[in-house]
């Protein structure tokens, strides 16, 4: 949540093919079967998934710290996760250039899949200089990370950013988020990786929570993202789905084409019982529009006090809070459907928001920042992956020249499913069309309102 307003059983179907028996191997996470969307919906082995997870973020946002490159760590968590009965933990930074075999593995045995942020301090969309940090560099180091987890069947989705745009006074960083979105799609096509979804998490900005979710599923099909996620803490036990503006959202996003989900919940105003859980699976409330969602947060942190499940006493041992027992009780009180949950395949893209005092976006409904020159990494890879050293915030200039949307972006050669490797003979997707700016706009990400005096800083995660 970092800058947010608040601051105020899935099996693994492949599993059993190998003997069992204490010599035998080890599933590979390719026993997950991976997950992709269809209409408003994501499924996996023919089945539709619904998120059920947290967010893991041991150390706060302030430390930056990668918490699936420690094994042991991971593998304590991992244990927790199962008795919470999880399917998904998303993770805010990563150091591409680590190893996270074991870890992925380990989350794979439990079933358990990651939803990925690209950006980290170092590398990221800076709201105070949107141009000016939209450049090759950081392309470069968000490629590297999509090199170094594409190959992982659990790994379920990347996301583009978080609350890049966090009050009614910045979304004029918008495009930028946009761009970034994009190009990751785009890569991933070029690469010929498997169908990765690519969206972006929002913050619950009231002002312009429907400007911000239709403006990622409007314009060219190159242009528009693969999901739409938002942190929503409004729901504060014990409050009920009609008591809230969960219902009213709900009706607000009903025709929404793409999958939706909270990609950070859990208001901590008052003793957490998770009442929200009942009304996120039920599909008579909420599954027609949303996929579930991701608890924030896993660890109990200093620098955001109160909304943690457990609290870490060492590389081994972590005890349980009441909030664990309270998601623990109300996950398994309220199992996923087992049905369709009523989603649908027969929406139709967003139209893009209308320029407003909530919404200050100058583009054409057809125009974006023109991507930075990155055919090098299309056709070959990302190369040597930065981790979390450097940095690429100062990296670009002041203007970026704006382009129709979907040009440079590579809309096919992505595979539907499969083991995750990459394409050897490099590109195989086809450009929608060569980078042709068509006029020199520059954009300028004017007054900037933090909201959250938690993390005062202008870094976006
Ligand atoms: C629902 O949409 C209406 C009309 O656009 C808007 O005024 C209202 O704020 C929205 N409500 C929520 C909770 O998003």
Request: contains cysteine.
């Amino acid at each position: 949540m970092k800058t947010s307003a608040i601051a105020l059983g899935l099996l693994a179907a492949g599993a059993a093919a190998t003997p069992a028996g204490p010599l035998a191997p080890r599933a590979s996470s390719s026993s997950l079967p991976t997950v992709s969307i269809k209409g408003n919906a994501f499924f996996a082995g023919g089945k539709r998934f619904y998120i059920r997870g947290v967010d893991y973020q041991p150390g706060g946002s302030s430390a930056n710290e990668d918490p699936i490159a420690n094994a042991d760590t991971c593998k304590r968590d991992v244990a927790k996760f199962k008795e919470l009965g999880l399917n998904t933990i998303r993770v805010y930074t990563v150091d591409n250039s680590a190893d996270h075999d074991e870890c992925m593995q380990a989350l794979a045995d439990a079933g358990i899949y990651l939803a990925l942020d690209v950006n980290n301090p170092l590398y990221s969309i800076n709201r105070d200089k949107p141009a000016k940090s939209y450049n090759k560099v950081y392309l470069q180091s968000v490629f590297a990370t999509i090199d170094a987890f594409q190959k992982y069947d659990n790994t379920l989705m990347f996301f583009s950013g978080n609350e890049v745009i966090n009050s009614d006074k910045n979304s004029n960083c918008a495009p930028y988020v946009k761009a970034t979105d994009r190009d990751m799609r785009s890569y991933i096509n070029a690469r010929g990786y498997r169908k990765i979804p690519v969206g972006y998490s929002a913050a619950d900005v009231a002002e312009n929570r429907m400007q911000m979710a239709q403006y990622m599923n409007c314009g060219p099909d190159g242009a528009r993202s693969d999901f739409f996620a938002f942190n929503d803490y409004s729901w504060c036990d014990p409050d009920t789905f009609e008591k809230t503006d969960w219902s009213q959202k709900a009706k607000n996003f009903s025709s929404y084409s793409i999958p939706l989900f909270l990609s950070e919940y859990g208001c901590k105003e008052n003793t957490r019982t998770f009442n929200a859980v009942s009304a996120l699976y039920d599909t008579s409330k909420m599954t027609p529009v949303y996929s579930g969602g991701l608890v924030y947060e896993y660890t109990e942190e200093k620098d955001n006090a109160g909304f943690g499940l457990v609290t870490v006493k060492s590389d081994t041992e972590v005890t349980d809070k009441d909030d664990f027992t309270a998601l623990k009780k109300a996950l398994s009180n309220t199992p996923a459907p087992t049905g369709d949950g009523g989603y649908k395949t027969d929406g139709s893209p967003s139209k893009c928001p209308t320029k407003s005092s909530n919404w200050d976006v100058d583009l054409a409904d057809d125009e974006l920042p023109a991507m930075p020159d990155v055919s090098e990494y299309f056709k070959n890879g990302a190369g040597t992956a930065p981790g979390l050293k450097g940095g690429s915030q100062e990296a670009g200039e002041d203007t970026v020249d704006n382009a129709p949307a979907a040009s440079g972006a590579v809309t096919t050669g992505a595979s539907e499913s499969g083991s995750g490797s990459a394409s050897p003979s490099g590109s195989k997707g086809a450009a929608a069309g060569p980078l042709a700016p068509v006029s020199f706009a520059p954009m300028v990400c004017g007054l900037v309102v933090l909201v959250s005096s938690l993390f005062g800083g202008s870094l976006l995660l």
